[in-house]
């Protein structure tokens, strides 16, 4: 059973410019979130999506969009990138959305913004 | 909003010495509550849940109880190995935070033999 997969592993990027990131769920969950975690930091929520629409938001700037396909499995994108987006980027996927339901996440995307 | 607060590390243990990690939260009505471990270079893998209060979540030896009284998920194992050598997230989901996930700044273990 495949678990939460990402892609690319590492990734450096210039400032200014724009970086996808891809993300495939766990099979059979449906929901996938997207979390930022700087170093030596715990994760930041930045979205979520359900049903292919953005359910909710955390507080991050419009830079950051993201979308979700009919597999389920979504891709977050960044645009004019900052240095202060050199992060860990971490998928999420669960079946379903509450508060108890489970969270298994990916290894995550290490970006670099120079 | 919603928080979690966690004791700050590093903690360093002796191999088979007894662990606590302190977690308290703050959040309105009824949230779950997670432990979460994160190895070097890897992405974050559940350890245990609780979902209402006097739970006990347990795994691997791992266990904590969500303590509503005194607003609190503490993280315990009796016999640590150096393997378990990683950080450790507690967070929180609720209502008010939509399902996200929120969570403290981690507590980095290093258990030496």
């Known amino acids: 059973d495949a678990g939460v997969t990402q892609s690319p592993t590492h990734l450096i990027k210039t400032r200014g410019q724009q970086v996808t990131l891809r993300c495939s769920p766990k099979s059979g969950h449906d929901t996938v979130s997207w979390y930022q975690q700087a170093l030596g930091q715990g994760p930041q929520f930045i979205f979520q999506?359900?049903?292919?629409?953005?359910?909710q938001r955390g507080n991050f700037p419009d830079r950051f969009s993201g979308h979700q396909f009919p597999n389920y499995s979504s891709e977050l994108n960044v645009n004019a990138l900052l240095l202060g987006d050199s992060a860990l980027y971490l998928c999420?996927?669960?079946?379903?959305?509450?508060?108890?339901?489970?969270?298994?996440f990916g290894p995550g995307t290490r970006l670099t913004v120079t | 909003g919603d928080s979690v607060t966690q004791m700050e590390g590093p903690v360093t243990l002796s191999e088979e010495a007894f662990l606590t990690i302190n977690c308290t939260y703050t959040?309105?009505?009824?949230?779950?509550l997670f432990w979460y471990v994160q190895y070097p270079g890897e992405g974050l893998q559940l350890l245990l849940k609780?979902?209402?209060?006097?739970d006990k979540g347990s795994n691997k030896g791992f266990e904590a109880t969500y303590r509503k009284e005194t607003t609190s998920f503490h993280l315990e194992k009796g016999s640590v190995q150096v393997s378990d050598s990683a950080v450790y997230f507690c967070?929180?989901?609720?209502?008010?935070?939509?399902?996200?996930?929120?969570f403290g700044k981690g507590t980095s273990l290093l258990v030496t033999p």
């Open positions: 967070a929180l989901s609720s209502t008010n935070s939509g399902y996200a996930l929120n």
């Open positions: 959040a309105t009505g009824y949230p779950s």
């Open positions: 999506y359900y049903e292919e629409e953005e359910r």
């Open positions: 609780a979902t209402k209060a006097d």
């Open positions: 999420a996927s669960s079946r379903g959305v509450g508060i108890s339901y489970e969270q298994y």
